[in-house]
């Protein structure tokens, strides 16, 4: 059974940088999709950007376009989330989810099986 564990969440002051990983517990991520979600109190969950198995990338939140990046390590095993500019709009539990594909991803929840338990992040001065 694919786990996913977030990690490098916390809090940052607006401006600020943050880098979340994702890595895949005993498995390698090469036939997966990937996809970071977030969820703000009150709000749904939302698809923040995606990377396919052949490493193509989708942003789907228009707020985090220009600021926020998705990448994945050699081994295949870790994708990251780089979050620059930071703003208190951004505060939510972050979630990565991997769903088995070739060269599909999604920013829809319900098109991946696997996730991650989510790592808060907090922007505040």
């Known amino acids: 059974q694919l786990q996913l564990v977030e990690s490098g969440g916390g809090s940052v002051q607006p401006g600020g940088s943050l880098r979340l990983s994702c890595t895949a517990s005993?498995?390698?991520?090469?036939?997966?999709?990937i996809g970071w979600f977030r969820q703000a109190p009150g709000k749904e969950r939302e698809g923040v950007l995606c990377?396919?198995?052949?490493?193509?990338?989708?942003t789907y939140a228009d707020s985090v376009k220009g600021r926020f990046t998705i990448s994945r390590d050699d081994a295949k095993t870790t994708v990251y989330l780089q979050m620059n500019s930071l703003k208190p709009e951004d505060t939510a539990v972050y979630y990565c989810?991997?769903?088995?594909?070739?060269?599909?991803?999604?920013?829809?929840?319900?098109?991946?099986?696997?996730w991650g338990v989510g790592t808060q992040v907090t922007v505040s001065s």
């Open positions: 989810a991997a769903e088995e594909s070739f060269n599909w991803c999604s920013g829809e929840a319900n098109q991946y099986d696997h």
């Open positions: 005993g498995y390698t991520l090469t036939y997966y999709a």
């Open positions: 990377m396919d198995s052949v490493g193509s990338t989708t």
